[in-house]
């Protein structure tokens, strides 16, 4: 079923609703005695319990499926708020469903939708560089202290000059520094570390107002891409010890602007997703480098399947 057609019936169920609201409102009774009662409401808070269960468990390992699920969990509790005030109206029992509805389950759904919303975005830090981090960068002792920072892990500002050879003043003053500039995080015991996963986003061309500080961003850019081609033309060299670990897809398809963009922001929510998994390595682990790139196709360029190489390793499996 295409997705055209998947929006029309949801448009069209959405246009029969309302004149189906509006027969329903005139010909059903205000009250109606029925059957099977406790099994509805039983049965309800079974389904209820469940989705609660299984959004548990695929949220806890950061699963897609857990986004729909707690869609549905979150749409079952204001469900539950609805029916217990709407059936609760006449009777004593109001106050008590108004007071569970506005404390626990519609703030609980609530939670829920926006957490459903956090594993699709990924939960990430978004930090958008600016020409302030990069004349932060462009100090030595400010390079200094973020690398001695990576490899201390928590540390206090004493550890850090000890580590990079200058002052304890000095130090504090660029760890401030970098912590207005969304760099490092401060724990309650006054110890500094960087952040576990942070998305720091590039800045345009355009962002850079003065031809001094187009000149900085275009070295940043140089340097960056110049460690880019260093680290690809190293993964090349060594491809053939990567076993299981080493993988390369790559596809040529029509895309407009748009559709280009959806991608983009669809790969770094999976992107997102599986840096959040762990903050720390585990047992069975590895530090892998991942990248992607997206740039118009030159016309001449050649139509290749595989990487050749006469290494004897099985080469990386590429899609057209």
Sequence with gaps: MTRRLVLLIIGAAAVVLVPWSVY????????????????TWVGFDLALAACLAISLRLGLRRRPAAVPVLSATAALLFCDAWFDISLDWASSDLAVSVVLALLVEVPFGILLLVWARRLISGGMRHTQLTMRHLRAREDPEFDRTMVALDRLGPADCRTIAAAVG????????QLREAEQLNLVDRRRDGRWLLPAHQNLRLPSLEAARDGEDRERLLRFLDAKYRSELELLAWAVEHHAEFGRWGHGERAVTHLSGPELAAFIREYQELSNRYCLLRSAPGPDTREVAIRWYAFPKP???PALVSVPHTSGATPLSLSR
Aim: proline share 4%; glycine share 8%.
């Design 299 to 301: 016309a001449d360029q």
């Design 24 to 39: 329903l409102a005139d010909t059903l009774p205000d009250r109606y005695a029925t059957g099977q009662w406790r099994a």
């Design 166 to 173: 200058v002052s304890e003043a000095q130090v504090g003053l």
